[in-house]
C-alpha cells in the first residue's frame, strides 16, 4: 500500500470470527485513510513513535509510543504519521473479519496513494 503496509497476526478462523489483529506501519510525514467509520471497534497500541488520530468526539490528537486508543464501531476516525520517523501500531478488530476487506483497501491505495500528512 505504498508508504503504509500492514501485516496481519491473527484472522477471524483463528479466533473463531471474535477479533482480528494487525500490525500497520507508516513511513514518516505519511497520511493515512481519510476519516471513516465503520461497525468493527478498534483498539490500536502503539508499539514504535507518534501517531496523530482523528475520532469524532475529541478531534486530532497524538498517541505516543505504549499508549493505546478504543475506537468504538460506528465511530468518524482517521490517522496518520505527521513525524519524521517511521510509526507503528497493533490494531485489534472486534468482531474479526477485517482481513477480508484488505483486497479493497489495497485497491483504494493504489488508485488513491497516500500522500504527505497535515
Given at each position: ?92 478488530n472486534t ?24
Amino acid at each position: 500500500m505504498g508508504r503504509m503496509s500492514a501485516v496481519f497476526k491473527a484472522d477471524l478462523q483463528e479466533t473463531n470470527s471474535t477479533l482480528s489483529v494487525s500490525e500497520w506501519w507508516l513511513e514518516p510525514n505519511t497520511e493515512g485513510p481519510h476519516i471513516h467509520k465503520h461497525p468493527e471497534a478498534h483498539i490500536f497500541y502503539i508499539i514504535e513513535g507518534r501517531l496523530a488520530v482523528y475520532l469524532e468526539e475529541k478531534n486530532w490528537f497524538e498517541a505516543k509510543k505504549g499508549s493505546y486508543i478504543y475506537i468504538p464501531g460506528e465511530t468518524e476516525h482517521g490517522f496518520e504519521n505527521r513525524s519524521h520517523d517511521k510509526v507503528g501500531f497493533m490494531s485489534i478488530n472486534t468482531p474479526g473479519g477485517f482481513e477480508e476487506s484488505i483486497p479493497h483497501i489495497v485497491n483504494y491505495f493504489n488508485e488513491n496513494p497516500l500522500g504527505d500528512a497535515n
